[in-house]
């Protein structure tokens, strides 16, 4: 979170009785009565917010045709949800500080004044109890009661020490990246022979490499990355060069493997034009780092997160419930 959006979530905080959790960027209090959490599902849209709420009542979960009428009758509300008991809606973006805090606190007042007409109550988001405590799970914030809390964390700590003992299998890891980087050969040539030097491909043969890996070697640890790179920039460069052993092959009418091996011979003399080829192979370079980098920031994120539980209650936040006019 840079400094802008951070002052930004601070100033919003500040200005509906909310406190910050700066480490997973969520604002969290109480609201008419309810635990509100309200966060950006999506870190490229900080200000397209959602709030959420645990909650339940006797007469059974929301209708599509309540959410609809809820949406139609509140304009700061672009859509309102029900998945199990947890209750979203998505409040309309504003990158100005001045409506985004109008719009949130009109969807606020709407959202929880709704709740209660309906005769919701507050609840644990996993066994329904009556209790609800804003926590944070491996990077997700939900609302917990005390006992599911304690349970997610002693299931958290034998899973660690599970994959802990069973530690990482380098050589299956390799197997693994090895046949996820095929299926993005398979790709290139495909796309290749169908005139296309396609993004597609590139994403294709840096998320098969890196997943094939974690899946076969048990999980994907720093040196699993550089093991991936380094199959991804291989094998890239035999696709691409597969790729153009298929049009020889076709133009010259010889068989696949002596056209694979003339490819160096026709660069040289200028049969194929060195910017062609070097452009071909440099934009497949270009787009297996346009899906490897973001898959790459998100293994060691969940990675980091994987496991990390704590109560947002309880935990060291910016909070400013003390500091408005209530």
Sequence with gaps: MNKKIKQNYMDLAQSIGFSLDEESGVLYG??????????????????????CVS??????????????QFKKQNKSVMSM???????????????????LRENVAQALDAFVGFLSSEGFSGCCSVCGAQESIPCCVSGSCTHLCSN?????????????AQKKGRGENVAAGIVGALLGSLL??????????????AALSGIIIAICTLKGYEM?????????????????VVMTYMGDRLDWAFLVAHEMDIDLFS??????????FGAIERSIYFGSLAMQYLFVALGAIPTILNVLRSSRL????????????TSYQNQVEL
Excluded: W
């Design 30 to 51: 109480k609201s008419g009565g309810y635990d509100v959490l309200l966060y950006a599902q999506n870190a490229s849209y900080p200000y397209l917010l959602t709030a």
């Design 55 to 68: 909650a339940q009542r006797s007469m059974g979960p929301l209708t599509k045709e309540e959410c609809k």
């Design 81 to 99: 949800t029900q998945k199990s008991s947890v209750i979203s809606v998505m409040i309309k973006n504003s990158p100005k500080p001045l409506h």
């Design 148 to 160: 599911c809390f304690s349970k997610m964390q002693m299931d958290s700590s034998m899973d660690n």
């Design 184 to 197: 993005g050969v398979v790709s290139i040539v495909v796309l290749g022979q169908l005139g296309y030097v």
């Design 216 to 232: 076969l070697g048990g999980s994907l640890s720093k040196k699993g990355i550089v093991i991936s790179v380094i199959l991804m």
């Design 259 to 268: 056209a694979f091996r003339s490819i160096s011979g026709l660069i040289a």
């Design 306 to 317: 994987q496991g990390h539980m704590y109560r947002l209650d309880n935990k060291n936040t």
